[in-house]
């Protein structure tokens, strides 16, 4: 059993100034002090710039739409939330990173730690997901061997502006074996249970005995969509 820790503010990635939101992010990590928890992972969030990974870690961890103009992030910025999986209390620290290219070093340098990766596009942006190849290449080359991957088509409200379908997504998941659904920060569609998937993924992995068969999450993600629907493409 562990209690909340956050790294200094002076660490890696970490930028000079209180950009917008600091000061709720700051009352919501000494929240998290008093909170207990079992395990602790590191998922990070990564994409080209404006898919919407900030947003969707505010709707994860605040359960809020982060609307209107705001600056992209710069570098590394995190959040923690702890979920409760089967009663096993797991911490999620979730980074959020910069997409733009002056910032990749930066991100490359957190792979190797990371025990989950949510890869994110945006369904009304075809060079996000053509860029999904290459972000892929560089989980391949910097990520632990047995990271978990979940794509993620985010902005799946914005139907009128779509230019990528589902299927589409679907397709590219398959061709790399990964877990994958369609999310909206906006209307908050999806967002929990990929959050969650992963979190009793990586449960799993530290808990499972020899003789139990491995977790697979495409298809507990493939079984939860079922029950709850999800966009429509």
């Known amino acids: 059993m562990g209690r909340e820790k956050f790294p ?3 660490g890696p990635g970490a930028s000079n100034g209180a950009p917008p939101g600091e000061m709720s992010r700051q009352t919501s990590r000494q929240h998290s002090l008093t909170e207990t928890y079992d395990m602790s992972c590191k998922v990070m969030l ?3 710039s404006g898919v919407g990974k900030t947003c969707i870690l505010v709707r994860f961890k605040d359960g809020t739409f982060l609307s209107g103009s705001f600056i992209s992030t ?3 910025d995190f959040r923690n939330k702890v979920v409760d999986v089967e009663g ?3 911490k999620l620290q979730i980074w959020d990173t910069a997409g733009q290219e002056r910032f990749r070093s930066i991100t490359r340098a957190y792979y190797r730690d990371a025990n989950a990766l949510l890869l994110l596009y945006d369904v009304t942006s075809k060079t996000s997901f053509d860029n999904i190849r290459a972000w892929l290449g560089e989980i391949n ?4 061997d047995d990271v978990v991957i979940m794509l993620l088509g985010n902005k799946c409200d914005s139907s009128g502006n779509r230019v990528v ?4 997504g679907e397709r590219l998941a398959r061709e790399y074996g990964v877990a994958f659904m369609e999310t909206s920060a906006k209307t908050g569609v999806n967002v929990d249970l990929a959050f969650m ?3 009793r993924d990586l449960k799993m992995k530290k808990t499972r ?3 139990e068969p491995k977790f697979c999450v495409a298809d507990y993600v493939e079984q939860e969509k079922k029950q709850t629907g999800c966009c429509s493409s």
């Open 165 to 168: 379908r589902k299927e589409d």
């Open 46 to 48: 990564i994409g080209d």
């Open 197 to 199: 998937a992963v979190a």
């Open 88 to 90: 096993t209390k797991v």
């Open 141 to 144: 080359d910097y990520a632990q």
């Open 209 to 211: 005995r020899p003789n």
């Open 74 to 76: 710069v570098g590394i």
């Open 8 to 10: 200094s503010s002076s």
